[in-house]
Structure formats: structure tokens, C-alpha cells
């Protein structure tokens, strides 16, 4: 397959931040780019070449989306399969539809990285409530039950403890097919990326060390202070993840490390991450960067990362008082400040990030988290 050198038009299915991303480096890099979605000025489309809005379901419009470019990548996983059919064998697709049969159901994705010799946390099918509490009894009374389709960033989910109303839980959360998995006693989250191009080629971004809020990626940071054998082990995961899913494009690994030093992992992306972020500004390529060269056949480097750095996440809470103080944020020495370009700043959304770049990660990660306490009150102190 003969590359596709700037000049090209890529298409992004979805057409939230990661997209906008996405397109910024693209167009940085001399492609045009079209952006699909059913939303209108989107934080993706503002930025585009062209921004056709449509169903996923609307074939014709699809048809006449996949005359207009030379690739079409996604942005995020829950985009219908039949839709990357309907492009397939009209315009280059990256990743193909049979990257998201497996990874935008829970379950059919923990069968596939088990297949692949891949630790993963105990898990069962709950498909009715005898299910649920046969699930209980098999993967034991502590656990997370989530939907086997659509849930990101904590939707689509609930803790089970000792005790609980299992077969309630599972009607909470509509009575859907969901999987009950084992909780896990972890000593750390964290996340690994690879990309692959077209021939096999693939590059890997190490494994970032991510602290939640609310079910919410709050900060990552590298690097991950993990053992040079840790890190490569993650690596190394997120490779063959990458290999036996014939991946064209991203593929970020959530991955837990047990309290015994074990690789478990939690879930796949096929897409940029949020918590690889932090690669624009500490980086010697983004993932943004990755992804193109990659749907492209471009070449995949070596990913260097010059000096430590952390990213904090910007939700709609920021905005709660009002207006946030950039100007205090960004006394904070190097620092970046990314907004998405969304309108409504609501509590949870994800509205933009900072990065800091340091000597150390943990001055990274504290030079970050002091930029955005200093959004909320203008007599916040920076850390130096």
C-alpha cells in the first residue's frame, strides 16, 4: 500500500477533542481534513477543512464522505461498525471494523486478550439476574458490573461489594448484557500506546502512570516511575495487543499492575488517550502525530521524551465560580494550556488540559496540579 503523503484529505469519524487534535496535526503536517459527525460546530469541525454533519446510519451521506478523502480514522470506539463497513472497500479505513467488533464490547475484548495469553482481571457474562449472582459466586463478592457496550469515564457501571443487591444492580443499569469482572487490588493504573502502520510497522509510547476522580482521568504522569522491566513488559503488551488486532492506527492499553507485580488489563482504546496527552508538548512526537503517520504508512520513529512531564484534566467543575484565572495558571513555569472549544462547561465534561513539562515527574506533576488550583483564586502559589 503506497503511502499517503501530505497533500492527501483524511476523514475522522466522531468529532470531539480528540478529533480537534487529531486535526490540528494533520493540518500542521499539510493534509486536509473532513470531519463526520451528527454534531454540528463541533470542537473538531470549527477546525476542519469541512465538517459534514449525518447519522452514522446514513449510508448515502457516508458514500458521498468516503468519495471526498483518501483515509478515514475514528476519534472514539462507540461509532458503529456498519459504518466503517459501508466505507470499507471506498476509502482507505483505519482501523477496520473488526477492531471495533472487539473493542467497543467489554466482553468479546476480554476473551480476545486472554485468547492472546494476556493477563485480564476474572470476569463473567451477565446477561439476567440468575447471571448476576452466579457471576458473584464465580469471580467472588468484590467487583465492578458494567455494560458490555457504550460506558466510558465510570457511565455504564457500579462497584459490587460484599453484600450487595447484585441482580438489582444489574437492572440499575437497564438490564442489559454486562460483564461482572473481579476487583482488582492494584498497586497502580497506567496506560501504554502503540502505533502501526499498514505494513506492520509499530512504535510505542511507555506506559503513563493515571490517578482517576469520580471514574475520570484526573493526572498522568511521565515517566511512570516504574521499573525499567515493568516498562518494557508494558510495552511489550501493548504491542502484541497491537499485532494480533491487525490495528492500523492507535491503540492505547489500560493496564493495572497487581499489588504482586502483575500486568492486568482493563480495557482498549483505538484511538488517541487522554492520558497521552502530555506527548504535544513532551513528546518528540504526539500521538495526534502517530496517528497520521500511521493511517498514512508514513514512518513510525522512536518516541523520545526529552524531560518528565504531567497532564491534568480541565472538566466543567473549573468553571463553577465563574470564569477561570488563565492568567494565574499560566504563571506556572512551562506550562501549556489546551481548551476544546466546547460551549457548555458542565461538571464532568472534559473541557481542555494542561500540561507541564519539569526535571523530574514529580515536580512535573506538582507544577501541574499548583496551575490548576490557580484557575480557582487568583492568590493560589505556583510550585517552581
Same mark, same amino acid.
Given at each position: ?12 469519524? &466522531? ?7 487529531? !486535526? ?20 473538531? &469541525?470549527?477546525? +476542519? ?16 464522505? +468516503? ?19 459501508? =466505507? ?48 458473584? $459466586? ?19 457501571? @457500579? ?15 437497564? @438490564?442489559?448484557?454486562?460483564?461482572? $469482572? +473481579? ?8 496506560? #501504554?500506546? !502503540? ?21 475520570? =482521568? ?19 503488551? @501493548? ?5 494480533? =488486532?491487525?490495528?492500523? &492506527? ?39 502525530? =502517530? ?18 512531564? #504531567? ?17 494565574? +495558571? ?27 513539562? #519539569? ?21 493560589? @502559589?505556583?510550585?517552581?
Amino acid at each position: 500500500m503506497s503511502p499517503l503523503l501530505p497533500g492527501a484529505t483524511l476523514g475522522i469519524l &466522531g468529532s470531539g477533542q480528540l478529533g480537534r487534535m487529531f !486535526a490540528m496535526a494533520a493540518r500542521r503536517m499539510g493534509y486536509r481534513v473532513v470531519v463526520y459527525s451528527p454534531d454540528a460546530d463541533s470542537p473538531a &469541525g470549527t477546525l +476542519a477543512d469541512e465538517e459534514i454533519v449525518a447519522g452514522y446510519e446514513d449510508e448515502e451521506t457516508l458514500f458521498r464522505f +468516503a468519495d471526498r478523502v483518501d483515509a478515514v480514522t475514528l476519534e472514539f470506539e462507540n461509532v458503529p461498525v456498519a459504518a466503517l463497513r459501508a =466505507l470499507e472497500g471506498r476509502t482507505r479505513v483505519a482501523p477496520g471494523p473488526s477492531v471495533l467488533e472487539i473493542t467497543q464490547h467489554r466482553l468479546r475484548e476480554k476473551e480476545f486478550v486472554r485468547s492472546c495469553g494476556i493477563g485480564v482481571p476474572a470476569f463473567a457474562r451477565v446477561a439476567s439476574e440468575t447471571d448476576a449472582i452466579a457471576a458473584v $459466586e464465580a469471580v467472588g463478592p468484590s467487583g465492578v458490573l458494567k455494560t458490555a457496550t457504550l460506558g466510558y469515564d465510570g457511565k455504564g457501571q @457500579s462497584r459490587v461489594r460484599p453484600g450487595d443487591d447484585v441482580s438489582g444492580i444489574w437492572r440499575s443499569l437497564g @438490564s442489559v448484557e454486562a460483564i461482572y $469482572e +473481579a476487583f482488582v487490588p492494584f498497586a497502580g493504573e497506567y496506560s #501504554a500506546l !502503540a502505533a502501526r502502520g499498514p505494513a506492520g510497522e509499530i512504535a510505542t509510547v511507555g506506559p503513563t502512570r493515571n490517578e482517576h476522580s469520580h471514574h475520570i =482521568l484526573d493526572v498522568s504522569v511521565y515517566p511512570a516511575g516504574l521499573s525499567p522491566r515493568q516498562e518494557q513488559d508494558a510495552r511489550d503488551i @501493548s504491542r502484541e495487543i497491537a499485532e494480533r =488486532l491487525d490495528v492500523v &492506527g492507535l491503540i492505547c492499553v489500560e493496564l493495572f499492575l497487581t499489588e504482586s507485580g502483575e500486568w492486568l488489563v482493563n480495557e482498549l482504546a483505538p484511538r488517541p488517550h487522554n492520558s497521552k496527552h502530555w506527548t504535544i508538548e513532551g513528546a518528540s512526537i504526539s500521538q495526534f502525530e =502517530l496517528q497520521v503517520r500511521a493511517i498514512c504508512g508514513l514512518p513510525l520513529p522512536e518516541v523520545v521524551a526529552p524531560r518528565p512531564a #504531567a497532564m491534568a484534566n480541565l472538566l466543567g467543575d473549573v468553571w463553577s465560580d465563574g470564569e477561570p484565572r488563565w492568567d494565574e +495558571a499560566l504563571k506556572t513555569p512551562e506550562t501549556a494550556l489546551h481548551l476544546y472549544g466546547k460551549r457548555d462547561p458542565r461538571a464532568g465534561r472534559k473541557m481542555g488540559h494542561l500540561t507541564s513539562l #519539569a526535571e523530574t515527574p514529580e515536580q512535573a506533576e506538582a507544577r501541574v496540579r499548583a496551575a490548576r488550583a490557580a484557575l480557582l483564586s487568583p492568590k493560589t @502559589s505556583t510550585a517552581s
